[in-house]
């Protein structure tokens, strides 16, 4: 490991990748445990580009890369979808709630990482402009080559989903999140973000209520 100045102090700079030795402490050994099914694969099957000899194979990296978050993304909507059902929490309430997040937590780690660097705007950025990606490439893309395919439209939920009004209410939080920053004067702040927090519950609660409360017989169905 190699030590780098940064604004926010020595931050340790990786330089032989991923290392599928066993760890020494109880806290790695766990974690090895944990993240084995995951690391491993990609190991075996990701070049590692740290090393001279692979350097020139980063578009395979690359590529497989992808390819494992694609099937990574499957598995893990599907077992979501299987333990929903199991536990009876309909699948709109699991992607809202549990899926939101954990595929969030890439963007956290990203964005983490480059704040402890010194480097805000691009933290900041990044978290935004992977959900504009999400919603102008990730979202269309799919459904292009399924329409490109099939030749027929892609209906989105049902009359009774109420997209509309979930569309209305995002956008609404959207100028309410960006209202907010400019009235903190554009500072990112400890009270902004419990603020922020605030927000995150207030939408997802008044997304269950919506779903529980008004929709009480679409629920059921869904939860059979």
């Given at each position: 490991?190699?030590?780098?100045?940064?604004?926010?102090?020595?931050?340790?700079?990786?330089?032989?990748?991923?290392?599928?030795?066993?760890?020494?402490?109880?806290?790695?050994?766990?974690?090895?445990?944990?993240?084995?099914?995951?690391?491993?694969?990609?190991?075996?099957?990701?070049?590692?580009?740290?090393?001279?000899?692979?350097?020139?194979?980063?578009?395979?990296?690359?590529?497989?890369?992808?390819?494992?978050?694609?099937?990574?993304?499957?598995?893990?909507?599907?077992?979501?979808?299987?333990?929903?059902?199991?536990?009876?929490?309909?699948?709109?309430?699991?992607?809202?709630?549990?899926?939101?997040?954990?595929?969030?937590?890439?963007?956290?780690?990203?964005?983490?990482?480059?704040?402890?660097?010194?480097?805000?705007?691009?933290?900041?950025?990044?978290?935004?402009?992977?959900?504009?990606?999400?919603?102008?490439?990730?979202?269309?893309?799919?459904?292009?080559?399924?329409?490109?395919?099939?030749?027929?439209?892609?209906?989105?939920?049902?009359?009774?989903?109420?997209?509309?009004?979930?569309?209305?209410?995002?956008?609404?939080?959207?100028?309410?999140?960006?209202?907010?920053?400019?009235?903190?004067?554009?500072?990112?702040?400890?009270?902004?973000?419990i603020i922020f927090f605030f927000f995150y519950?207030?939408?997802?609660?008044?997304?269950?209520?919506?779903?529980?409360?008004?929709?009480?017989?679409?629920?059921?169905?869904?939860?059979?």
């Amino acid at each position: 490991m190699k030590k780098i100045n940064t604004k926010a102090g020595l931050v340790a700079e990786p330089e032989e990748g991923i290392s599928m030795a066993w760890p020494t402490t109880i806290r790695g050994q766990f974690m090895y445990i944990i993240t084995f099914p995951i690391v491993f694969p990609m190991y075996l099957t990701c070049p590692n580009v740290y090393k001279e000899t692979w350097k020139k194979w980063w578009p395979l990296t690359f590529l497989m890369a992808i390819i494992w978050v694609g099937v990574f993304s499957v598995l893990m909507v599907q077992w979501a979808v299987v333990l929903g059902i199991t536990i009876k929490i309909p699948p709109k309430v699991m992607g809202l709630v549990f899926l939101s997040a954990g595929t969030s937590v890439p963007d956290l780690l990203t964005s983490v990482a480059v704040a402890m660097q010194g480097k805000g705007d691009m933290a900041v950025s990044s978290s935004i402009g992977s959900n504009i990606f999400d919603i102008t490439v990730g979202l269309p893309l799919p459904w292009l080559c399924k329409y490109l395919v099939s030749g027929k439209n892609i209906s989105v939920g049902s009359e009774d989903d109420n997209v509309a009004l979930t569309v209305i209410i995002l956008f609404g939080m959207i100028l309410v999140v960006i209202g907010t920053i400019a009235g903190a004067g554009w500072t990112l702040n400890k009270k902004l973000a419990i603020i922020f927090f605030f927000f995150y519950f207030v939408y997802v609660f008044q997304e269950l209520t919506r779903y529980y409360v008004f929709r009480p017989s679409k629920h059921n169905n869904c939860a059979r």
